[in-house]
T-cell receptor, first 118, second 115 residues
């Protein structure tokens, strides 16, 4: 079974301050990890993903995430927050079972609401 | 390139009624996924269709069902609506990776309100 924990339900930051949104996962097989962003009354937009290879992944809008297997973490960071970054962010995991069959689903964390203050 | 589209945008139903939601995937995608985003419950996986077949199902009662058409579009049907079915229903599509490595792209969602 797979699970995702987003450690903070809300993260307030000031404009131009650094952002870190934390995500820990549990998976019995090598995971595929994703971060999505959701603006009010909209669907989910992909920020970045980790499938394999380099553990530091760069995404859109200046966001990055680092896959740390030993810590089972995939934290999302940005060096300088903009007002337009205010949204809800979701970490998700997908993969296959031990038999190699895809679950076909994303398992999401509970989301982190990022608020940006001027 | 057009993204995932969903219809209708909003709808209001009463308890006991039935509803059909529609989703058109990105061109070339063969897999369609449905998720429910209810207040306080987060994003929950409902159904996965690939090549016209139901491949996986989340922990939802049988009154939630769907299908995928030959053009890969999909419908989600919910029978005997209950108040707790009020939610944003999100559809996603992908190329259908065998190991779950494919990226899911989401539509804007359908907001269902059950009175």
């Amino acid at each position: 079974a797979q699970s995702v924990t987003q450690l903070d339900s809300q993260v307030p930051v000031f404009e131009e301050a650094p952002v870190e949104l934390r995500c820990n996962y549990s998976s019995s097989v090598p995971p595929y990890l994703f971060w999505y962003v959701q603006y009010p009354n909209q669907g989910l937009q992909l920020l970045l993903k980790y499938l394999s290879g380099s553990t530091l992944v760069k995404g859109i809008n200046g966001f990055e995430a680092e896959f740390k297997k030993s810590e089972t973490s995939f934290h999302l960071t940005k060096p300088s927050a903009h007002m337009s970054d205010a949204a809800e962010y979701f970490c998700a995991v997908s993969g296959a079972n031990a038999g190699g069959t895809s679950y076909g689903k994303l398992t999401f964390g509970q989301g982190t609401i990022l608020t940006v203050h001027p | 390139e057009a993204g995932v589209t969903q219809s209708p945008t909003h709808l209001i139903k009463t308890r006991g009624q039935q509803v059909t939601l529609r989703c058109s995937p990105i061109s070339g995608h063969t897999s369609v996924y449905w998720y429910q985003q209810a207040l306080g419950l987060g994003l929950q996986f409902l159904l996965w269709y690939d090549e016209g077949e139901e491949r996986n199902r989340g922990n939802f009662p049988p009154r939630f069902s769907g299908r995928q058409f030959p053009n890969y579009s999909s419908e989600l049907n919910v029978n005997a609506l209950e108040l707790e079915d009020s939610a944003l229903y999100l559809c996603a599509s992908s190329f259908g990776g065998l190991l779950g490595e494919d990226t899911q792209y989401f539509g804007p969602g359908t907001r269902l309100t059950v009175l």
